[in-house]
């Protein structure tokens, strides 16, 4: 059974920094490209970032580059998301998904003075 479970969400002020962590089991985790996609309040899902499965490519949404970084660590079997500089629009449910058909449970992020 796939399992996908994300970390690290939380309130933050405008212009700081989370790192989620997303722990992978159940599947082969080298075996596949990651994401992270993110969904704000009465909003539709909107994809943030992926990773290849080595690690070695990585894409972000326009609006995420050069603040976001997406990262991997195969012998942990963990997928991370460090957000810098964060606005109060990237306040969402952030999730990781494996490819693009299993998701985790989501952590909450809010970017709020």
């Known amino acids: 059974e796939v399992q996908l479970v994300e970390s690290g969400g939380g309130l933050v002020q405008p212009g700081g920094s989370l790192r989620l962590s997303c722990a992978a089991s159940?599947?082969?985790?080298?075996?596949?490209?990651m994401n992270w996609v993110r969904q704000a309040q009465g909003k539709g899902l909107e994809w943030v970032s992926g990773?290849?499965?080595?690690?070695?490519?990585?894409y972000y949404a326009e609006s995420m580059e050069g603040r976001f970084t997406i990262s991997r660590d195969n012998a942990k079997n963990t997928l991370y998301l460090q957000m810098n500089s964060l606005k109060s629009e990237d306040t969402a449910v952030y999730y990781c998904?494996?490819?693009?058909?299993?998701w985790g449970q989501g952590t909450q992020v809010t970017v709020s003075s």
């Open positions: 990773i290849s499965w080595n690690g070695d490519s990585t």
């Open positions: 159940g599947f082969t985790f080298d075996d596949y490209v």
């Open positions: 998904a494996k490819g693009l058909s299993d």
